[in-house]
Nanobody, 123 residues
């Protein structure tokens, strides 16, 4: 199994920045891609970014990288999500997840999920 623990969420002002962390443990040798998703109240969980552990290739929604940057530290088994120029609409619970197989932008491709970390952006 793979365990994922998110941290770094909190309250930020519009225009500010936050960096989320996702610490991965367990069967880390089986990791291929780790992704970030978010879910706002009353909305579906949506893809934010993903990264391949080998080579560090990053993937973002079709709309482009935007204000978020994903990175990883293989030595620490940790994936980061740097969020800049935050907007109130970025308010959501942010989750990281480990890819099992399939498309990196699809929820069903991921089998292990963290508990989530709340991000609240005030205007």
């Amino acid at each position: 199994q793979v365990q994922l623990v998110e941290s770094g969420g909190g309250l930020a002002q519009a225009g500010g920045s936050l960096r989320l962390s996702c610490a991965v443990s367990g069967r880390t040798f089986s990791m291929y891609v780790t992704g970030w998703f978010r879910q706002a109240p009353g909305r579906e969980r949506e893809f934010v970014a993903a990264i391949r552990w080998s080579g560090g290739y990053a993937y973002y929604p079709d709309s482009g990288k935007g204000r978020f940057t994903i990175s990883r530290d293989n030595a620490k088994n940790t994936v980061y999500l740097q969020m800049d120029s935050l907007k109130p609409e970025d308010t959501a619970v942010y989750y990281c997840a480990s890819l099992r197989s399939g498309s990196y932008w699809e929820l069903t491709s991921y089998d292990y999920w963290g508990q989530g970390t709340q991000v609240t952006v005030s205007s």
